[in-house]
């Protein structure tokens, strides 16, 4: 299964590294800076997007890479960034949060300002 595959070979950094090379162009360039922005280097973080990737991803989101790799010409590059994209979006918008500015109604304030105390 291309799943399986994107996982066993993408979560290690030094394949991840690579393949996100092979994958080039602008989503490269951007990741690249998005790793840079977190102190980490391109694989490392792409290794460790596929591998939460593969701990939390709903069923629904494993029907999406299975879709993104299905009849490209590189399915496993095509699937890796599909979940590096994924992923990055989730990071973009944490739970709790409906998109845009503002939080969910549901969010309590102290969490959506930032000033939660323990």
């Known amino acids: 299964m291309i ?7 993408c979560s ?3 394949v991840a590294r690579a393949a996100l090379a092979s994958i ?8 690249a800076a998005r790793a840079s922005r977190r ?3 391109v694989g490392v973080l792409a290794a460790r997007l596929v591998t939460e990737f593969s701990i ?6 494993w029907s999406r890479v299975d ?11 095509s699937g890796l960034r599909y ?10 918008n944490p739970a709790g949060w409906s998109g ?3 939080p969910a109604a549901w969010v309590p304030r102290a969490l959506s300002t930032g000033h939660c105390h323990a």
């Open 3 to 9: 799943l399986q595959e994107i996982v066993h070979t």
């Open 12 to 14: 290690n950094p030094h």
């Open 39 to 41: 102190n980490m280097p």
């Open 56 to 61: 939390k991803a709903a069923e629904p989101e």
């Open 24 to 31: 080039g162009g602008d989503f490269a360039a951007d990741f």
């Open 67 to 77: 879709e993104a790799a299905r009849g490209a010409d590189q399915p496993i590059l």
């Open 100 to 102: 845009g500015d503002h």
């Open 83 to 92: 979940i590096l994209s994924h992923a990055l979006r989730e990071k973009n």
